[in-house]
Antibody, heavy 120, light 110 residues
Framework: QVQLQESGPGVVNPSETLSLTCSVS??????????WNWIRQPVGKGLEWIGR???????NLNPSFQGRVTMFIDKIKRQISLRVTSVTAADTAVYFC????????????WGQGTLLTVSS | QSALTQLASVSGSPGQSISISCTGT?????????VSWYQHHPGKAPKLIIY???ARPSGISDRFSGSKSGSTASLTISGLQAEDEADYYC??????????FGGGTKLTVL
């Protein structure tokens, strides 16, 4: 059973860039059978889809994040990365990565999530 | 994009059945059969319990079932158990090639 594990700095200053990494435990990242998604949950609020990346590097984004979010896929390290520029307090959230089948299905599995706090 | 619409909370007694609805538009739920449901116990990873409107992943109890009519999807939980108390989120693919979530429904088992 594949496992996903997010990691990040924990705290980021306002206006700076946040960078998070999701490590994938098996070789499914190389198969082309999946999209890799980032989803976040602000404290006390619901889930919000940020975007997804495919093996080819193709990215689909929530329009709310256009121009501020970049994603990368590192096939050698088996990692997916998320970068969000010009962060504000509104970006404080638990950030999850999740795998999605290329056709149909849902987000499965999810990582445990990493809390990112924007504060000076 | 606006979130799918879910009631904020629902409750039921052990053994009862409850349904959680999720309302979207013709650009998401009404357009695709790519509706999924997630169970989320705070502090843990969300768990996929229904995908493609009605399908259950391996290992998910058949007490969980999904359906769709027009632009509204529903999750039904039968034989409520204490462990079912959690937050439940629906999600749908959209014509903008994005995913969208509902606001979440908190299920309380009385």
């Amino acid at each position: 059973q594949v496992q996903l594990q997010e990691s990040g700095p924990g705290v980021v200053n306002p206006s700076e860039t946040l960078s998070l990494t999701c490590s994938v435990s098996d070789s499914s990242i190389l198969s082309g059978d999946y999209y890799w998604n980032w989803i976040r949950q602000p404290v006390g609020k619901g889930l919000e889809w940020i975007g997804r990346i495919y093996l080819s590097g193709s990215i689909n984004l929530n329009p709310s994040f256009q121009g501020r979010v970049t994603m990368f896929i590192d096939k050698i390290k088996r990692q997916i990365s998320l970068r969000v520029t010009s962060v504000t307090a509104a970006d404080t959230a638990v950030y999850f990565c999740a795998r999605e089948p290329y056709v149909g299905g849902g987000f499965d599995p999810w990582g445990q999530g990493t809390l990112l706090t924007v504060s000076s | 994009q606006s979130a799918l619409t879910q009631l904020a909370s629902v409750s039921g007694s052990p053994g009862q059945s409850i349904s959680i609805s999720c309302t979207g538009t013709s650009s998401d739920i009404g357009r695709y059969n790519y509706v999924s449901w997630y169970q989320h116990h705070p502090g843990k990873a969300p768990k996929l319990i229904i995908y493609d409107v009605t399908a259950r992943p391996s290992g998910i109890s058949d007490r969980f079932s999904g359906s769709k009519s027009g632009s509204t999807a529903s999750l039904t939980i039968s034989g409520l158990q204490a462990e079912d108390e959690a937050d439940y989120y629906c999600s749908s693919f959209t014509t903008s090639i994005t995913w969208i979530f509902g606001g979440g429904t908190k299920l309380t088992v009385l």
